[in-house]
């Protein structure tokens, strides 16, 4: 399910993912978050994603989804404390344009003000919107997950239609 809004309870929303796949397009401000399904926060205007007043926790089963820039920027909530573990999905953002170059994801999709480090398995990637671009993780490391894109030599001609019409 994807949620075209955002979340804003700082004070009284628990929320609860048990199960299923649950993309938030705006921000989230809620009190406690946990997540055992998959959860993807992206954000508005700034990279961060939400923020958790109390606690974010994420088990083993739970995948957190984030949007990366070609700097290597990734969405992220901000969380009081909590735990992260399970996987941590990485989906290159609309206006990515690298090509041929390693990008290494420099944030973590969440961040606890206490200190706490997420402790992820794997990573994976989560598909992308480019018509140009074939992605590929280089590290599914679940702490610093490389994203590589390479653009074919026809990327763009591919798209074209017959006759002075081209699309891309």
């Known amino acids: ?10 004070k009284g929303i628990d929320m609860e993912l048990r199960a299923g796949r649950l993309i938030v397009e705006g921000e989230t401000h809620v ?5 055992s399904g998959w959860l993807g926060v992206t954000g508005l205007e700034s990279p961060r994603g939400g923020t958790v007043s109390s606690s974010f926790t994420q088990g083993p089963g739970g995948v957190l989804q984030s949007w990366v820039t ?15 573990q399970g996987r941590w999905a990485v989906t290159p953002d609309k206006g990515y344009w690298v090509n041929r170059k390693a ?3 420099t944030k973590a999709p969440v961040k606890f003000l206490d200190g706490t480090k997420t402790a992820f398995s794997s990573s994976l990637l989560a598909g992308s919107s480019s018509l140009t671009l074939s992605f590929n993780l280089l590290n599914p490391s679940g702490s610093r997950p490389v994203i590589g894109a390479v ?17 891309a």
Request: aromatic fraction near 4%; proline fraction near 4%.
């Open 1 to 10: 399910m994807t949620l075209e809004g955002s979340v804003n309870g700082p």
């Open 70 to 84: 070609t700097d290597g920027t990734s969405t992220y909530l901000l969380a009081a404390k909590g735990s992260a």
């Open 103 to 105: 990008v290494p994801v």
């Open 31 to 35: 009190h406690k978050m946990g997540n």
């Open 151 to 167: 653009r074919a030599d026809d990327a763009y001609s591919r798209h074209a239609t017959r006759g002075s019409r081209a699309e």
